[in-house]
């Protein structure tokens, strides 16, 4: 219980959240890191450091939840971290594992086959494993809170492995301070558990998250803190992870929100932070409904924190870009790669992934490789040539006619004739897959994949092509967006970095004379919309049609949309960036004959094919 | 309430339980499929006609549920279905929309983003969507069924869209005798519904499936459905979907165990089949507790049917044969293909692919490729036309040679300097996946990939080359059950379709002189059931070594198995033929820093690489 002879005056808790880049699976390296947190928190006079969700074990671990050793770790990290804690709180996400103290039985159910572990399995990881956070300080572990709200939509598969947390919910006394703590989809229900702990008496209330960023997220986050605040009639401290997980990015933007709705203190997008920050409680109205277990006692009074800057705001094209600089930043650190190459054709794309590999490895370690054929350009040439020099990364061109000569006479042996148009222009774009290949076998670069979102929405590329590599940068990017970051990108540099005949000349995949995107597909200011109401919105031919949109363009977009299902589905990981990336976002089934009925023609369309690969699938 | 006049004599229900091969999305087409078996029931004189779960809509349907036009057609499909139905009672699966008359609000709700949409995504596809069986009878809607049990594991995320059938249970009075209805995970607990219903006062339980296929399944299901009978006290009729879908393969199976366990009619596996069974039916100890829906009246009495032959049962390997030219079969009909072109390298992972394909399509629409190198044996090509003159499928042969120098001239321009070994035997492994491909996209034959499990676990193959193709054929097969498939098929057909050579030659992939797949893995029969141990029964390094496998290979393969995640992520679908495949199965992280640190070594061990590809992701 607070002491109550400072009923009167306002109590002072000083909070840190910690916005760190934890690694999946690296329970030591995320316990260093969660140590050196606390330890800066211990030194700017913390009375709790909040880190985020799952801390310890990364986030999402997905089916590493399943290995007994793993959870195990992870506990034995908990205990760990718990027992180097001060004076200053830490609330520490893990695993918590329920009903057994046998971790063996626990993830042997969770994971086996047959009849008794399929029984289990059901039951297994369910039953057993709670997402939670741990409430630690003075060596030791004060108390643990589960996760009652678990997301099973969208990216998320969180009943795969977690339970929900249930019972009697209870408050912690921190700094002689009733805090409620709760984690991240506890906070976007207004029935959830942050309402009824700001009720039951919490005076602040910690909400720790692993929030994946999409366009227009922060904003919907302040929206949603809003709503809670007043709920719960008190602060709510946010922390959010910051970094790239394969195709997450997490943004970090952790704040403080007063009782008032206004942001006391808040961190950065896209950068590992700590935000302190001083809140200036008042004293209950009356005692708390709720339990409190006590945790650490206040600390001496001391001069307050001045306020802390807010973090400026940044644009959309800003906090996109910064995505993908970190996210592809993140993918090559993580996984052991310090360099990557890049296929330049002189387009937009492939300069757009250009400048993010330069700003997030460095201009030294990216590699460009310009493969002309007989149909490329000079123009493309010379704009391949120039984008490398203004980043200042190395270019070395290979042109590819030798290999086409010799690839197009073995195929017209296979096929006992010329190879036909489409199954050349083919060939040309696998064989600056191979080479790309072949360069990262050679050198251990990783292949950055420069393949946009409405490509891959209408299939429009070739498997093993110009899709093949190891992160596709701008996979949730699209075409329109593409040219906009170009654009924002010059902006900050305050010069052309990619060439102005790049942002103006028409798209051409240049497999054939004369070849313009345009002959095979909706200009993109009409194919992107279209795209946009059809998959993020699962709209209906007719609804896009209602929309404004010509009703033969939405036919064909939608077909060539589902008849690119298997193309997608061997598509290299790469950053999303929106609320509804391909993906684990959108489960599609590959073989599947719905055929959208909504809109009837007057009179039936012939149809059409947007597609460079005529190849499996179709 | 059943006529209690006959209350001393036994009452006889006759059951149809109708194996169907559904098409995921083919609403009006499955629609069809399910008239067409009523008609038969019709004709049979059966009271009663199951079709499996989800039948309208076939299953799974994945995200095409978050489609408001979809639900609404399946909804449509339901009442042209019930219209039709006359005396024998249908029991039909489908999905229901509850708790809302506007489907666009259902699906809204369940598909977008943004806070408002958010919320509503959460509640919206679990609240409003129900996995649900119609009984239907005299043209109309009797009852509805919601499944109470979600399985949420392995391949299945059913609570992502469905929320559990609630609120007391109830029988249909169907030709006079009460009966139960059930769906599929409804059966696989003690606790569950089936039981219940028994209790209840239901004389038969009807249960609809969708069960994917696995080794062993079959007899797990025989144990469960012996209990689930003890405890209902009643015979189960059990009906199982047939066909495949992606990378699941539905085996049927479907079938009547009496009161006291045992079969009394059965459906085989892997082919649609209609199962007719009269249930001779004791008169009710008691007046059922539960309440019961009239839906059908007695039919006149008639003669007994005969009880029906009882399938024969298969051995392991004929059920995974069977498996897989079902699931090959299945993929190409329902994405629109005929034919299929095969790599043939005169192995046996190849020969394997090409004697399913053509079991599957027969050999007139199987086409073999045959591309040796300069390393390719004399052996090989000989292995492969002997191979393709057996099954009688055309074979032609085109030498890779100037491809290859053509293509390592380009490297080597890339590079600077000649490719090292590694980067030119994935360059000979590409050069082939380029052809096929070419082949693929000017006939239009999907490419039928020839990787097995033991490659795909440990990375043993090369990106965008042999993993190359539109389906994987044995994907999930380990290499030593390719052996022993091979030797079945040649058993079956009392002659070597594939030659003895390519079952006793020392497996290699031919990319330089001398090469053996025992260079980079250990011996196939310990790498089998080391990989078992570690990716389907997710055993620490510990166990594996405790269980008698050297530690020094435990580690190693555990290692590449973590680091071929990436090569997974880029491969074809293929066919699912254990409890735990690669796919939705086993859902890992990529960037994972996870080490099992379980086993530790007396002396360190020195880093070893079994991987044919050095690319992306190391």
Known sequence: MPDRRYASWMDRLRVALCQLDTVVGDVGGNAERVLSGLARAEEEGADLVAFPELALTGYPPEDLLLKPAFLADNLAALSEVAGRTSVCAAVVGFVDVVGTEDLAEAAAGAAGAGVRSREAAVRGAPRLLRNAVAVCAGGRVAGVYHKRLLPNYGVFDEERWFGPGTGPLGLYTVGGVEVGVSICEDLWFAEGPVGALGRGGARV??????????????????????????????????????????????????LVMGAGGEVLAGGAQFVQAMVVADLELPPAPRAPSLASTPVSGPRPRREPLAPPPLPEPLSEEAEVYGALVLGTRDYLRKNGFTDAVVGLSGGIDSSLVALVAADALGPEHVHGLSMPSRYSSEGSRTDAEALAAALGIDLTAVPIEAAHRALGGLVAGALGAEPPGLTDENLQSRIRGVLLMAVSNAKGWIVLTTGNKSELATGYSTLYGDSAGGFAVIKDVPK???????????????????????????????????????????????????????????????????????????ERVARLVDSAEYKRRQSPPGIRISAKAFGKDRRMPITNRYLDRSYVPPVPSAPAGGDRDGGPGE
Chains 1, 2 share one sequence.
């Open 480 to 554: 329109t967006l593409v040219y906009r970051l170009c654009r924002y990108r010059n902006d900050v540099a305050g010069r052309a970095l990619v060439p102005e005949g790049v942002l103006t000349k028409a798209p051409s995949a240049e497999l054939r004379p004369g070849q313009r995107d345009d002959q095979s597909l909706p200009p993109y200011e009409v194919l992107d919309p279209v795209l946009d109401a059809l998959v993020a919105r699962d709209e209906s031919i007719a609804e896009v049609v209602h929309a404004g949109f010509p009703a033969e363009v939405v």
């Open 205 to 254: 209330v910690v909400n720790v998250n692993a929030s994946p960023y999409a366009v227009g997220r922060l904003g919907e986050r302040l929206t949603l803190l809003r709503r809670r605040v007043a709920e719960a009639g008190c602060p709510v401290a946010y922390v959010n992870q910051v970094g790239g997980q394969d195709e997450l990015v997490f943004d970090g933007g952790s």
